[in-house]
């Protein structure tokens, strides 16, 4: 089973690390705006409790590049997308990473318990503590 782990730090720039099983550590950042669970923990919330192998945490384990995933779905996600990203990881599973994104945005009630827990645990790291998650 592969690890995610996300060192809190005091700029609200975390860092991702993303170790897969017998793979190479991948690092990623991780931004929180304010008291609320990053966006990008809730990813991993929706899409570990709903399966979603092929959304950002699943692309991300399967080594696709994210640098401009992020501002482009703000924009316009399969255009944007489609236009400046030319990841194939990513272009072959476009469909259930923007299903993850609208999710995201609203977690289902099955996601709830999770988010839950996730929350209290991020919540409760000091500056410098990792939070450690499974991915499947």
Do not use: K
Request: hydrophobic share 45%; aromatic share 8%; glycine share 6%.
């Amino acid at each position: 089973m592969s690890e995610l782990r996300i060192v809190r730090t005091a700029a609200r720039m975390h860092r991702a690390y993303l170790v897969p099983d017998g793979g190479s550590t991948t690092t990623i950042p991780i931004v929180d705006y304010g008291d609320a669970l990053p966006h990008d923990l809730v990813h991993y919330c929706v899409e570990t409790a709903l399966g979603l192998r092929w959304g950002f945490w699943g692309l991300a384990f399967a080594g696709a590049q994210f640098d401009v995933v992020r501002a482009a779905t703000a924009r316009n996600p399969r255009g944007a997308i489609a236009a400046e990203y030319q990841d194939p990881l990513i272009a072959d599973h476009l469909d259930e990473l923007l299903e993850a994104e609208a999710l995201v945005a609203d977690p289902p009630a099955q996601a709830q318990p999770l988010l839950d827990d996730v929350h209290d645990r991020w919540r409760s790291l000091a500056v410098g503590e990792t939070l450690m998650l499974a991915w499947p």
